[in-house]
């Protein structure tokens, strides 16, 4: 079983850039492909960004096309997100998760989750 710590969230600006990290723990990243999904207040989870197990396929969601870029780095046990051009619709928990089948846009492909990451953007 592997464990998910995200880090890098904060309180950026309008316009302003952030990058997420997401550590893994206990088994190898590149077992997994990855995700990354947010959820704002009084809203359900949506998918962001997904990652295929050795970096070669992404895939995006249409408001962080452009936008955002998903990567990993197998040999640190780490999936990144980075978010430029941040706007104020883009604040929410943003938690990253590991498949074993597939990267892809529904949650219930994932099976694990780690704790989630705030991110806040003031306009």
């Known amino acids: 079983q592997v464990q998910l710590v995200e880090s890098g969230g904060g309180l950026v600006q309008a316009g302003g850039s952030l990058r997420l990290a997401c550590a893994a723990s206990?088994?190898?990243?590149?077992?997994?492909?990855m995700g990354w999904f947010r959820q704002a207040p009084g809203k359900e989870r949506e998918f962001v960004a997904a990652i295929s197990w050795s970096g070669s396929r992404s895939y995006y969601a249409d408001s962080s096309k452009g936008r955002f870029t998903i990567s990993r780095d197998n040999a640190k046990n780490t999936v990144y997100l980075q978010m430029n051009s941040l706007k104020p619709e883009d604040t929410a928990v943003y938690y990253c998760a590991a498949s074993r089948t597939a990267p892809g846009v529904q949650d219930t492909l994932y099976d694990y989750w780690g704790q989630g990451t705030q991110v806040t953007v003031s306009s």
């Open positions: 206990g088994r190898a990243l590149s077992e997994y492909d």
